[in-house]
């Protein structure tokens, strides 16, 4: 399995319309920039992701899950495993993930890319503090599992949180696994998993 960035539908950005978009008869402008886009981050978006992940982390528990060049490395190393949410062409929401290779999450996940693996550990799922309890997380994380069904050989998401959000990622599908082994300074983490279902059909009937 490789994941190679042609294969992303991501690669190419796609826009979503606005309320009204195409139905004015009178030639309409077009603005340079799309009301919302979803895409594979780059490296030239590690400064805005690091900006969102700072202010998320640092202020609440003092510890960044990556540090700006983690940031840089897996957005160089695996962009096809991330995904941004623009909106006027600022990054809104965005999630870093990478490969690996092992059933459970261990301490070596946190800054390794294992290429060509069944399963993708979602490092840092973060939205921007102005666009939060808006449904964006949410939404951003049931795209994201839609987007991995096309990565072809992908069958499972890991990830670890905090025990209050464990409700969040359960809502969104992921089962409990129970204390994960990794630890961060004085925290602990609820290692979550998520089972990437039905790819053939996905590949069929969704574009892949
Ligand atoms: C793998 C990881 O990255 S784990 C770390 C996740 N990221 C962070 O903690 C960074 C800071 N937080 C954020 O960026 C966001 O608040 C996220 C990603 C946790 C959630 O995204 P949002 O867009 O705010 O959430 P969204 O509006 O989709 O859903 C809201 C639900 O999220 C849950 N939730 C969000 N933040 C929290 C929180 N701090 N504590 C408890 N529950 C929370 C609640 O269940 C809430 O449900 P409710 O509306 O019934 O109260």
């Not at 695996?78 to 062409?89: T, V, Y």
């Not at 990622?169 to 204390?179: E, I, L, S």
Request: proline share 5%; aromatic share 10%; glycine share 8%.
């Amino acid at each position: 399995m490789t994941h190679q960035v042609s294969r992303s539908p991501f690669s190419k950005p796609f826009h979503m319309k606005t309320l009204g978009e195409g139905v004015s008869s009178r030639p309409q402008r077009r603005h340079t920039l799309p009301a919302s886009e979803f895409r594979n981050l780059t490296p030239q978006d590690a400064i805005s992701v690091f900006e969102i992940e700072r202010e998320a982390f640092v202020s609440v528990s003092g510890e960044c899950p990556l540090t700006l060049d983690e940031v840089l490395n897996f957005l160089s190393q695996c962009p096809e495993l991330s995904l941004g949410w623009f909106e006027e062409g600022q990054l809104v929401a965005f999630i870093i993930g990478s490969g690996w290779g092992k059933e459970r999450l261990e301490q070596e996940a946190m800054t390794q890319h294992i290429p060509d693996t069944s399963a993708v550990h979602i490092h840092v799922l973060s939205v921007h503090r102005h666009a939060r309890q808006q449904g964006k997380g949410s939404i951003l994380l049931w795209r994201y599992l839609q987007y991995l069904r096309c990565v072809p050989g992908l069958r499972r998401a890991l990830l670890i949180c905090e025990d209050f959000l464990v409700p969040f990622y359960q809502k969104a599908g992921f089962k409990d696994k129970g204390q994960s082994a990794i630890s961060v300074a004085n925290l602990t983490f609820q290692e979550m998993e998520y089972h990437i279902g039905g790819a053939a059909y996905a590949r069929r009937n969704s574009g892949c």
